[in-house]
C-alpha cells in the first residue's frame, strides 16, 4: 500500500475562518511533508516532519500551522488566509533517512479556494 | 543553491511521436533523481527514479530515462507518446536523501 490519504479534496474557505487540511498515511514512513502548488507551477516544500518532530519551515507565514499528532498523521491548520492563499496542498511521505534511497509519496492533495 | 531546469516549459506532439524532456540539475555531490507526473486533476504520480547503478532506467508507461553524471542530466524519453500522457512532467532532485527540489514543469499535449 503506497496510498497518501488527504482531506477534504475540496475546501473553500472565507478570510476569517478557521479550518484544517489532513493527511493520513499507513506505509511506517517517519518524514512527512506539506507542499503548496499553484496552478501550472511545481510544487513548494512547506513544511517537514522527521520522526513527529518539524524539521523544516520554509518561511511559511504563521497563518498556517502544522501540527503531527503520530507518526501516521499530519494536520495543516489554517487561520486568517488570504486570497493568494488558494492553491492545491500536497501531502507527501518518506522514510527520513539521509544518505539511502528514498521516494516521496504524494496524496491527491487538497484544493483549497480563499474568498 | 540547488537548482533544476526544465528545458521546454510546453512541448506539444502528434500521437506517435518520440519524446525527449531535458532536466538539468546544479547539486554536484551524489543526488537521487525523479520524474513524476500529473495527469490533468490528479496527484503527483513517481514515473521512474535513479538511485545507483545502469543510468539508463526504466518506468512505467513506456518512459525511460538517462542519467548523464558528467552533463548533470537526467533525460526523459518515451519512443511513442499516446494522447493519455499528456500531462504535466516535473523532474525533481534529492541530494542523496534530503528533501526533493522539483523543476518547473513540463507541459506535454499529444494531439489525437
Given at each position: ?65 502544522p501540527e503531527c499528532p503520530n507518526s501516521s498523521l499530519l494536520n495543516l491548520h489554517l487561520h486568517a488566509l488570504q486570497p493568494e492563499d488558494s492553491a492545491l496542498y500536497l501531502c ?24 | ?112
Amino acid at each position: 500500500d503506497t496510498e497518501v490519504t488527504q482531506t477534504p479534496k475540496h475546501l473553500v474557505m472565507g478570510m476569517t475562518n478557521k479550518k484544517s487540511l489532513k493527511c493520513e498515511q499507513h506505509m511506517g514512513h517517519r518524514a512527512m511533508y506539506w507542499y503548496k502548488q499553484k496552478a501550472k507551477k511545481p510544487p513548494e516544500l512547506m513544511f517537514v516532519y522527521s520522526y513527529e518532530k518539524l524539521s523544516i519551515n520554509e518561511s511559511v507565514p504563521s497563518r498556517f500551522s502544522p501540527e503531527c499528532p503520530n507518526s501516521s498523521l499530519l494536520n495543516l491548520h489554517l487561520h486568517a488566509l488570504q486570497p493568494e492563499d488558494s492553491a492545491l496542498y500536497l501531502c507527501a511521505s518518506s522514510q527520513p533517512r539521509t544518505g539511502v534511497e528514498n521516494i516521496q509519496y504524494f496524496g491527491a492533495g487538497t484544493r483549497l479556494s480563499v474568498l | 543553491a540547488q537548482s533544476v531546469s526544465q528545458h521546454n516549459h510546453h512541448v506539444i506532439l502528434s500521437e506517435a511521436a518520440s519524446l525527449e524532456l531535458g532536466c538539468n540539475y546544479s547539486y554536484g555531490g551524489t543526488v537521487n533523481l525523479f520524474w513524476y507526473v500529473q495527469y490533468p486533476g490528479q496527484h503527483l504520480q513517481l514515473l521512474l527514479k535513479y538511485f545507483s547503478g545502469d543510468p539508463l532506467v526504466k518506468g512505467i508507461k513506456g518512459f525511460e530515462a538517462e542519467f548523464i553524471k558528467s552533463k548533470f542530466s537526467f533525460n526523459l524519453r518515451k519512443p511513442s507518446v499516446q494522447w493519455s500522457d499528456t500531462a504535466e512532467y516535473f523532474c525533481a532532485v534529492s541530494p542523496y536523501g534530503q528533501n526533493f527540489v522539483f523543476g518547473p514543469g513540463t507541459r506535454l499535449s499529444v494531439l489525437p
